[in-house]
């Protein structure tokens, strides 16, 4: 903790060092026992209901982390970007392909898109 800051900037700084333990990559069982620690070390410092008040929402962040309904809407959210991620990746192959010369048919055989989107692609 930044003594010199927390004093000048106070809630501010709770506030910012709440907001990095959410952010940091860590698993969430050790960003549960981080903020803990962290709130602990928060109460020398500053009052009960401004900790409670910054630490309620990482808090509950982390614990609904445990559920499975978020688990499950994560883990789709992974595989529509993961779809997403390959469809930008047959559009590029297919602009190469007609960049190269050849032809629209063909290209929708190899890149599986539709023949409209590759159409698109001539503009």
Request: aromatic share 4%.
């Amino acid at each position: 903790m930044d003594k010199e800051r927390r004093k000048k900037e106070k809630e501010l700084y709770l506030k910012e060092c709440v907001e990095m333990i959410k952010k940091i990559p860590l698993e969430q069982e050790k960003k549960r026992e981080l903020a803990a620690k962290a709130k602990i070390l928060a109460e020398l410092v500053y009052e009960e209901e401004i900790i409670e008040k910054m630490f309620a929402e990482v808090m509950k962040m982390l614990n609904l982390e445990k559920s499975a309904t978020f688990r499950r809407l994560i883990e789709e959210g992974r595989k529509e970007g993961k779809k997403e991620g390959e469809k930008e990746g047959r559009l590029a192959v297919a602009k190469e392909l007609l960049k190269r010369g050849m032809n629209i048919d063909e290209i929708v055989e190899i890149t599986k898109l539709p023949k409209e989107e590759v159409k698109k692609l001539l503009n």
